[in-house]
């Protein structure tokens, strides 16, 4: 019979064991054989180690590790404080240390106060104490070494603490009388801001004219006139001075869920659920160009400020960027999970915001066409975003709260709390004045800045309609800011403006304390 080959694995360990039992000869002795480890410990150690410096091979214990870490992070930034101020009493008491006290400072202990046994952590402020009081030596512990043994940053440098407290002269503690500190108060983030008083708004026109649910509305960038798009599939221009029909666009054969007109072209965009965006020309009042490529209801859009691009967003999770003059899909941007219900953009990034039914709302770079960021704060479908015409924020609409953003970042501001509806518009004007229209016709105007809600209407459904129709469907503002178009279930479209006889004394602001409680800065 042939013996089974032996591995080269098998060689190795049979050289390895015959050099160790040349070396050493292990007796019964465990001594022999834990001393034979540790020698071939601190030879694979200084093998190994990448501190060639470090000949130690003792590796402290986890849990005086761990305590050195936490001191260190703890303490490092005040382990050096300033000198304390001796007091009147300190200073008058020169009594020398006892006999014990001699010896335990033979002994390296150290001598701290009997109100200071706080171990290895400098206690600065300048009560004044008993000087006739037993002195208690407290040996000194693993937790000082470590302190004392933290590399000190500087010097001779002032305490980083925000507030020394100097104490009283006379012992007395009075709990009323403001504290002497060395440093400047810390300005609180959340501290109560009063808001900007704004006139109230109130109702000036309503116009009717559609059969429809008034969808969408666009202004136009002379603030001469503006259009309408309506559930029955028209278009609607309208003067705004005085509120007559000029002109009637009919070629969709589905709602009219968006419109936007170009401030720097002659046309005018609209988006259908029948999957069509059309290019109008509004010199001659015909259509010039179709955008195709949405596999659904295509339900917002949006113009770039500097380019000459068109965003679109609809049913198919799909933001499409279009390029008008060519008719080309630019980007065709995926991300999203459920329907794309309201875009924005910008001339800086990010340049293409959108919102959509799965709870998020994500930014876009433009260049690489793809997400750059997804916001995932709002537990329900977005159905508006608004961007301030002057900050580099904006506002985004749900039905469990309204969010202020900060760009480029996304940061999240804060909450405007209490409008406790499905907001389907969100609008605002260079005068920090926002507008909340929801689907139970109430309409809420905030103060942009500090959230404070100032007034709240609720709408009125036109005579011969139900009164469940009373619901705000979008809204706009005018180029100066001063008027409210506001677009609504019961066909009617309705003009707000300020009230000019307002004024602080005849609308106070009285409950803006109670309500700056609502404006959350929490997630």
């Known amino acids: 019979l042939k013996s089974p080959p032996i591995s080269f ?29 540790l020698r071939e410990k601190k030879r694979s150690r200084e093998l190994f180690d990448q501190n060639e410096s470090d000949s130690s091979f003792h590796i402290p214990s986890i849990t005086l590790f761990k305590l050195n870490v936490k001191i260190g992070d703890e303490y490092k930034a005040v382990k050096d404080l300033p000198q304390p101020v001796p007091s009147k009493a300190s200073s008058q008491s020169n009594k020398l240390p006892s006999k014990s006290a001699k010896k335990t400072e033979e002994k390296g202990v150290k001598l701290v106060g009997e109100e200071k046994k706080s171990v290895g952590v400098s206690v600065v402020d300048g ?62 983030p959340y501290a109560e801001e009063k808001p900007e008083w704004h006139a109230p708004w109130k109702l000036g026109r309503v116009i009717s004219g559609h059969l429809g649910w008034v969808n969408s509305i666009a202004i136009d960038p002379t603030n001469e006139w503006f259009v309408t798009g309506s559930a029955d599939r028209t278009i609607k221009v309208w003067d705004l001075a005085s509120g007559q029909l000029k002109t009637t666009l009919t070629k969709h054969i589905g709602t009219v869920r968006g ?22 020309d509004l010199e001659c009042n015909k259509i010039i160009r179709h955008y195709h490529g949405h596999l659904s209801g295509v339900y917002c859009a949006a113009l770039h400020p500097t ?46 915001i959108s919102g959509s039914a799965d709870s998020t709302i994500r930014y876009w770079d433009l260049k690489m066409g793809k997400s750059a960021q997804t916001l995932t704060h ?13 900050e580099y924020s904006m506002a985004s609409a749900s039905p469990d709260n309204i969010k202020h953003w ?42 942009w800045k500090t959230g404070y809600n100032f007034q709240r209407l609720q709408t009125v ?15 706009t503002f005018d180029v100066s800011g001063s008027r409210l178009i506001v677009g609504e279930v019961d066909k009617s ?3 707000y403006k300020e009230d000019d006889n307002a004024t602080e004394l005849s609308h106070p602001m009285d409950d803006w304390r109670t309500q700056q409680a609502l404006v959350s800065k929490k997630y």
């Open 259 to 280: 419109l936007v007109v170009s401030d720097r072209h002659p046309y005018l965009f609209s988006v259908s659920e029948d999957k069509q965006i059309f290019n109008w």
């Open 461 to 475: 459904a036109q005579s011969g309609s139900l009164d469940a129709e009373a619901g705000i469907l979008c809204s």
């Open 378 to 390: 709002h537990k329900k479908g977005i159905r508006s975003l608004t961007l301030h015409p002057d």
């Open 127 to 188: 009560d004044s104490f008993d000087p006739n009081a037993e002195e208690i030596a407290v040996e000194e512990t693993e937790i000082t070494k470590q302190l004392n043994s933290i590399p000190s940053s500087q010097q001779k440098r002032e305490s980083t603490s925000l507030i020394i407290f100097q104490g009283e002269k006379d012992g007395n503690q009075n709990s009323n009388a403001p504290s002497k500190t060395k440093a400047l108060a810390l300005r609180n």
């Open 9 to 37: 694995l098998s060689i190795r360990r049979i050289k390895l064991y015959h050099n160790i039992m040349s070396e050493t000869e292990i007796s019964q002795n465990p001594q022999d054989l834990i001393a034979h480890l």
């Open 406 to 447: 900060k760009f480029p970042e996304g940061r999240f501001m804060k909450n405007f709390g209490g409008h406790n509806a499905i907001i389907n518009t969100l609008s605002v004007n260079r005068d920090n004045v926002m507008i909340s229209g929801a689907d139970n016709g109430s309409m809420y105007f905030w103060d």
């Open 493 to 495: 479209i309705k003009i």
């Open 307 to 352: 380019l000459d691009l068109l965003v679109t967003g609809g049913r198919d999770s799909s933001v499409r960027v279009w390029d008008i003059r060519t008719k080309a899909a630019v980007f065709v941007l995926t991300g999203h999970t459920n329907t794309v219900a309201t875009v924005g953009t910008q001339g800086t990034d990010p340049q293409i």
